[in-house]
């Protein structure tokens, strides 16, 4: 589905590969519903957008909580008047540190923003897409959704669930006219930890997987482009890439090789 006369609903909005996102959209002719939790930050996207403000709307609303996002649907389509494409990119990482060091609350929180969140957007827009001519779901997964990265067990898990959450999607839905879309993103420069009140040298993770972070424009570049082209599945940097390939040799060899560069972050 191309992004051109097309309005979009992107998550995370705020920083990072989702405010990349919305720009690139809005530069392709699209109009945006722009949705984060942290208000400020959503300004910041929206003055970055100040030539498209009739394109772009803000919608501070948290995706782990049903109730406020069961009423964004409304919000939105009295916005734009419609919806035809669904962007699941907001995401936390979890403290790194092992499982058993892992705190309750912080394995509720990442299962919070990084699954349950995608499912309640998808619960809530999936009605309206059906309705549409033609209309897409794009899930932001992560390498980490298929590879295993000590110290990130749990985030893993959640963005392994958002891959065949994702994928089934697909199965369900490939008599209709929405096409969905999973995205594996590697090393991208984002202040993803930050904003997961994480504490991160990432310089430290740029070491260990040895691979440069790529900018989140170029990413969301890959992102909007494979959408375009209905791929299944989206892998974004090098690091991606290689380690699907690896895994799928090796997974074994593979787990044991990022075991020990992991070390480096891991107390």
């Given at each position: 589905m191309k992004a051109n006369q097309?309005?979009?609903v992107v998550t995370g909005a705020g920083s990072g590969i989702g405010r990349a996102l919305v720009l690139e959209l809005l530069s392709k002719g699209a109009r945006v519903a722009a949705v984060d939790m942290n208000a400020a930050t959503l300004e910041e996207t929206c003055s970055l957008a100040r030539e498209y403000h009739d394109k772009i709307s803000l919608h501070v609303v948290n995706v782990a909580e049903c109730s406020a996002v069961d009423?964004?649907?409304a919000s939105v389509i009295?916005?734009?008047g419609a919806v035809d494409g669904l962007i699941n990119?907001?995401?936390i990482i979890q403290p790194f540190v092992r499982v058993n060091?892992?705190?309750?609350?912080?394995?509720?929180k990442v299962l919070d923003y990084n699954l349950h969140g995608p499912i309640n957007m998808i619960k809530a827009f999936l009605p309206y897409l059906l309705e549409r001519d033609e209309a897409h779901i794009v899930n932001v997964s992560s390498m980490g959704g298929f590879f295993p990265f000590p110290g990130q067990?749990?985030?893993g898990a959640s963005k392994a669930a958002v891959k065949i959450l994702t994928e089934g999607l697909y199965a369900e839905l490939?008599?209709?006219n929405v096409r969905v879309t999973v995205v594996f993103p590697g090393a991208v420069e984002t202040n993803i930890a930050q904003n997961s009140g994480v504490s991160m040298d990432m310089a430290d993770s740029?070491?260990?997987?040895g691979f440069s972070m790529l900018l989140p424009e170029v990413a969301a570049d890959f992102i909007i482009h494979g959408m375009e082209a209905n791929k299944f599945q989206v892998f974004i940097g090098k690091d991606s890439n290689l380690m699907n390939i690896l895994y799928r040799i090796n997974p074994r060899w593979a787990t044991r090789l990022m075991a020990n560069q992991m070390k480096a972050l891991l107390p």
């Open positions: 097309k309005i979009f009423s964004l649907p009295k916005a734009h990119n907001a995401g060091e892992l705190e309750r609350d912080a394995i509720e067990t749990l985030y490939i008599e209709t740029d070491a260990v997987n």
